[in-house]
């Protein structure tokens, strides 16, 4: 790639690192993940030189996301030569939020207390659910007792941000163990709750499952039950609804990483499958990762393909992303962006969606209703 395609923009990006190994494939996920953790210290010496490389284009981050796969899988050593080669190639803000995400099944009061000690302040733990049927029909390798304890033992390692994940629409799920597990959930006091619907990808061994056991995801009526139980019990617990599945307990604990991706700030996608966004260019990785080590001793980066984005898509998808997020729209700035006064040339939809209670206008900003949150998928039609 030539440097002189970007321009930077003033924003602060974030880094993200995917970590492609997996001791166990969850049988929902769409994630690319190998089980072998052979090609580990192949793949830590690989990622070291594309850290390098991108110091030609990226000079600072202020946020910092290890996801995957299972980064947990990782020794402390090894974290911390990742670490080093970021800091070697980049500046990084003493602000920094610095995410991990970490399996419940990888739990040890000495590795999270190391964790802390490498600068990693906020913790993503993948916990999905605290029923046992639950944990197994989604193929996960922890169990309650399990969850449980990653949550106790982050706390006694000192971490003060931690976000749990939990999933609903899953067979056999119904909204009053939907509703346990959220309160059960709040019981913890997390800084951070995402709450994902369950969807089938049609590469993933549960989407054959369903298939092959005719076995349907809720139907819309309860699938929105789902959603306003969700928002209800953590509105009501005074969490924060920012985004169609996340929710925060405070401002200053609403993930600012991800909050990149809805806000069209630059990021840089590191390892196999990872996604890069800079001005109106977009690129991605190879998800092999075979291919990945082999392009890199070869002194190739291992981008498998990239696009530009027209001006107009830009546009779109700031409006489709924007409408996502509690803040929604900001109509001034909308306009001086992308020359587009929505009220004017959108006034038609606008108003029925207005009608429909989909979305409102309030202080120059298009927002998102609850409601509308709950189908923005619907949304895109702006």
Known sequence: MKTDLFKIPSNQPGLYIHIPFCLSKCVYCSFYSIKSLNLIPEFINALHIEIKFYGKLFKSFDTVYLGGGTPSLLSIEQLETIFKAINKSYKIDPHTEITMEVN???????????LRSLGINRLNIGIQSFDDNILKFLGRRHNSTEAVSAINVSRKAGFDNIGIDLIYGVHGQRIPLWKKTIQQALSYAPEHISCYQLSLETNTPLYKEYALQGINLPIEKEQLKFFHTKADELEKAGYIHYEV??????????????????????YLGLGPAAHSFLGNRRWWNTSAVKTYLKEITQDKMPVENSETLSAEQLQLEALFLGLRTKAGIDLKRYKTSYGVDLLVDKKTIIDALIK???????????????TGMAVVDSLAII
């Open 245 to 266: 599945s996340n929710f925060a307990r405070q401002d200053k604990f609403k993930s600012r990483h991800n909050q990149k991706y809805w806000q069209h700030v630059p």
């Open 356 to 370: 429909n209670k989909l979305v409102e206008l309030k202080d120059g900003f298009l927002l998102p209703t609850r």
């Open 104 to 114: 419940p099944g990888d739990i040890s009061l000495e590795y999270f207390q190391s």
